[in-house]
C-alpha cells in the first residue's frame, strides 16, 4: 500500500484526518443477499430489477481482495427477521406487502420465505461469500447500527472510519452511512460499488452526501480507492 494516507474523493479527500490505516478503517458490505441480488427473491416482489446489484458485485470483490490482503477490518451487513416475526412491526409488513405481486416480508417465495433469517434468501451470495473471521451484522431494519452490536464491535478495534458498499444506496446504505455520520466517524460511500432499484435514486442518494461540503461523508470509485494500494 502506498505511503498516502488519503484517497482521492468528493467533496474532500478521505478520510478527513489523513488516518486511513487498517488500525482505524474498515469496508462494509451491506445487506448483499440471496434476496437483493438473486432471482425470486424480496427485491423482485417489489417489482425492481436485480441487474444494478448484480452489476456491483465485481467493484465488491476487488474491494474484498484488496482489503483483505491488507489486513483491514471487513464487516457484512443481513437485513431480515426472526422466523417469528417478533421483529417485524405491523406497518413495516404492511408496507413489505404494497406491491403488485402482494408479497412481503414473511412470505414464501422461491428461495424461501422473504427477508427471514435462516432462509436461502437471507444469505449473503455465494460471490461474496464472508470470511469465518469477517463478522456478519444481521439487522432487522435499515441500518446496521439499530438494534445490533455493530457499534460495540467498531468500538472494541478502534474503528473510526468506514467505506461502505452494497446495497441499496438510498435505504439502508444511507441509513447506515448517516447513523455512523451522527456517531462521529467519518464515511466513503463507493459510487460504482452501491446501486438502488432506480438510478435516479442512486445518483440521488450520492448528490445528497456532498451537499455542504460533504454532510454525511464523501464519495469515490471503486479506482479511486484501489489507486491507495498501488
Given at each position: ?7 482521492p474523493?468528493?467533496p474532500y ?9 487498517k488500525?482505524?478503517?474498515a ?5 448483499m443477499?440471496?434476496?437483493?441480488c438473486a432471482p ?10 436485480i441487474?444494478?446489484a ?8 476487488s ?7 491488507s489486513g483491514?477490518?471487513v464487516y457484512?451487513t443481513?437485513?431480515g ?5 417478533s421483529?417485524?412491526?405491523g406497518?413495516e ?6 406491491n403488485?405481486s402482494?408479497?412481503g416480508?414473511?412470505?414464501?417465495g422461491p ?11 437471507h444469505?449473503?451470495?455465494p460471490?461474496?461469500?464472508?470470511l ?7 439487522k ?10 455493530f ?6 478495534r478502534?474503528?473510526k472510519n ?5 446495497v441499496?444506496t438510498d ?5 447506515t ?6 456517531m462521529g466517524m467519518?464515511?466513503?460511500i ?18 445528497t452526501?456532498?451537499?455542504e461540503?460533504?454532510?454525511f461523508?464523501?464519495v469515490a ?5 484501489l489507486?491507495?494500494?498501488?
Amino acid at each position: 500500500m502506498k505511503s498516502s494516507s488519503l484517497i482521492p474523493a468528493k467533496p474532500y479527500n478521505w478520510p478527513h484526518d489523513a488516518s486511513f490505516y487498517k488500525s482505524t478503517t474498515a469496508l462494509v458490505v451491506i445487506d448483499m443477499q440471496v434476496d437483493f441480488c438473486a432471482p425470486g427473491g424480496y427485491m423482485e416482489h417489489q417489482g425492481h430489477s436485480i441487474q444494478p446489484a448484480r452489476d456491483i458485485i465485481p467493484q465488491i470483490q476487488s474491494l474484498l481482495s484488496h482489503f483483505r490482503a491488507s489486513g483491514f477490518a471487513v464487516y457484512h451487513t443481513r437485513e431480515g427477521h426472526r422466523p417469528d416475526l417478533s421483529t417485524l412491526s405491523g406497518r413495516e409488513l404492511l408496507r413489505s406487502r404494497n406491491n403488485p405481486s402482494g408479497l412481503g416480508i414473511g412470505d414464501v417465495g422461491p428461495n424461501g420465505r422473504l427477508l427471514v433469517r435462516g432462509e436461502t434468501g437471507h444469505a449473503t451470495i455465494p460471490e461474496l461469500a464472508p470470511l469465518p473471521s469477517e463478522p456478519i451484522i444481521d439487522k432487522p431494519g435499515r441500518s446496521a447500527f439499530t438494534n445490533t452490536d455493530f457499534k460495540l464491535l467498531l468500538d472494541n478495534r478502534g474503528i473510526k472510519n468506514l467505506i461502505i458498499c452494497g446495497v441499496t444506496t438510498d435505504v439502508c446504505v444511507s441509513t447506515t452511512m448517516r447513523d455512523a455520520n451522527d456517531m462521529g466517524m467519518d464515511c466513503l460511500i463507493v459510487s460504482d460499488a452501491t446501486a438502488a432499484g432506480r438510478q435516479d435514486l442512486h445518483e440521488a442518494s450520492l448528490a445528497t452526501v456532498c451537499e455542504e461540503g460533504g454532510i454525511f461523508g464523501a464519495v469515490a470509485s471503486t479506482a479511486d480507492i484501489l489507486s491507495v494500494f498501488r
